[in-house]
């Protein structure tokens, strides 16, 4: 059975000048998904998304949004589509209430029921009544949210809405988009630098470098399938030579007193059983899992200089 897809993006390419900021860029997000939107800073997260809200006029490739074609209909596309588009902005004299009356009068209204229902959800119904200049900033980044969710969307993208929060207000944000998503329906994109949150949250992930897609799809399938078991054993040096001499065992050393084998879980027993026999002391054997942040240094280098495939080629390298 084929998904449904709430957006996609056909060979989306943004250029500013010389500057290529989105290249070929074709995601698809599907109907109940809560969509990590991942990349470095410059890699064209922020552009991306403002071309999908039709903000940004791509230079060259197509959004369907909802299933409408966003060059022809962007405002049937836009009609159930709720954003924060970087920090979100209030009148600061005004309460939370306020601000949400002010904002949807600007899109054709709400009834004062619904504003006081999206501020329970997001947890401010009680501070509705403050003016927003005394918000702490996660209570802003939460009324942000429910600025998003004024129009009664299927579909939300919030742009980094972890930005700046303490644990507890990142915490809190959490929480909340898995009640927009298991609670309310809701398909949500996720653009965050905050690997460690998407991780929890997110079933789907894309992520991009200077703008092209380096990798799309589920968590599962990103990180690696390889099994590496640390090992923590004494007699550190003369373990290593023996594991070592087999070929169907790729070790490497951590420390003093661990190794890490990548081995299938058929080797696992084997191993341990092959180390007590010879007189070692295992200490520790624990499978352990590649993270999210490891892949995505992995992917897009993250650790070597950042330069831009345009730079190179002016450079002559």
Request: hydrophobic letters at 40%; one cysteine or more.
């Amino acid at each position: 059975m084929t998904a449904e897809l709430v957006l996609q993006t056909e060979a989306l390419t943004k250029k500013y000048r010389r500057r290529l900021a989105v290249d070929q860029l074709s995601l698809a997000v599907e109907r109940g998904d809560v969509f990590g939107f991942l990349g470095q800073n410059g890699a064209g997260k922020s552009t991306t998304i403002r071309m999908v809200l039709g903000l940004v006029r791509p230079t060259s490739g197509r959004v369907r949004l909802l299933g409408h074609d966003m060059r022809r209909d962007a405002r049937r596309a836009l009609r159930r589509v709720g954003a924060i588009v970087e920090a979100p902005a209030f009148y600061e004299h005004f309460s939370g209430r306020e601000n949400l009356r002010m904002l949807a009068a600007m899109s054709g209204g709400a009834e004062r029921g619904y504003i006081d229902e999206v501020l329970g959800i997001v947890g401010l119904r009680e501070r509705a009544g403050d003016p927003v200049r005394v918000y702490s900033h996660g209570m802003r980044q939460r009324l942000g949210i429910a600025q998003a969710l004024l129009p009664d969307p299927e579909f939300i993208i919030l742009d980094e809405p972890t930005d700046g929060l303490d644990p507890q207000g990142i915490r809190e944000v959490r929480d909340l988009i898995r009640r927009l998503r298991d609670e309310m329906g809701l398909t949500v994109l996720l653009s965050s630098h905050l690997l460690h949150e998407v991780e929890q949250i997110c079933n789907r992930v894309a992520i991009i470098d200077y703008g092209r897609l380096l990798y799309q799809g589920t968590l599962e399938n990103l990180v690696t399938k390889d099994k590496t078991v640390k090992l923590t054993v004494d007699r550190l040096e003369e373990a290593f030579d023996l594991l070592s001499s087999d070929p169907a065992l790729a070790v490497s050393r951590n420390g003093l007193q661990s190794l890490y084998v990548k081995m299938s879980d058929e080797q696992i027993p084997q191993v341990n059983r092959l180390l007590v026999e010879r007189g070692f002391c295992v200490a520790e054997l624990s499978p352990q899992r590649e993270t999210l942040e490891q892949v995505f240094l992995r992917l897009t280098g993250a650790k070597a200089p950042r330069v831009s495939p345009i730079t190179k080629r002016f450079i002559g390298n």
